[in-house]
């Protein structure tokens, strides 16, 4: 990667009134998804929703995002922790990578505390399809606990 690193995020609509928060902090502090930036400086050039269910804004985000620059663009976490998780975080991620061939990270800020006890109580991520989409955001105890 470059010495900076440009990045977009996608959020899901349905979380549309959140001012980014917790993606912000976590992308300041390299936190969750972003830790893969340790020793990269990053800058944030796009921040917008889906445009809700089927996310037909994904096509024109990620085309606005690429032109500005992005390297990676983030689907953000409540992507995989929404009441039901999205059921086109792979579609989209394949839409992206191959149409605009940017990298496409699943997750933005750490996955918190009350997020994984609610879906772990339900059993949303048992099935192994899920664990490389959690993974980035796992995070541990304390980090999770903080973003509640
Ligand atoms: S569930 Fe998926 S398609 Fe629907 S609003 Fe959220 S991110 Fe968009």
Redesign the pocket.
Known sequence: MNSKTKIGIII???YRRCAGGKCLRSMRNKEGAFSIYKDTAVELVGFTT?D????GNIEYAGDEMVKNGADVIHLATG?VV?YPP?P?INKFKAFLEKRYSVTVVVGTHPIPKKYLDMHTSLGTWEDAAWKPLIEPTMSDELTRANYD
């Open positions: 899901c609509d349905r889906c809700g269910c089927p996310g992507f929404g999205c086109y």
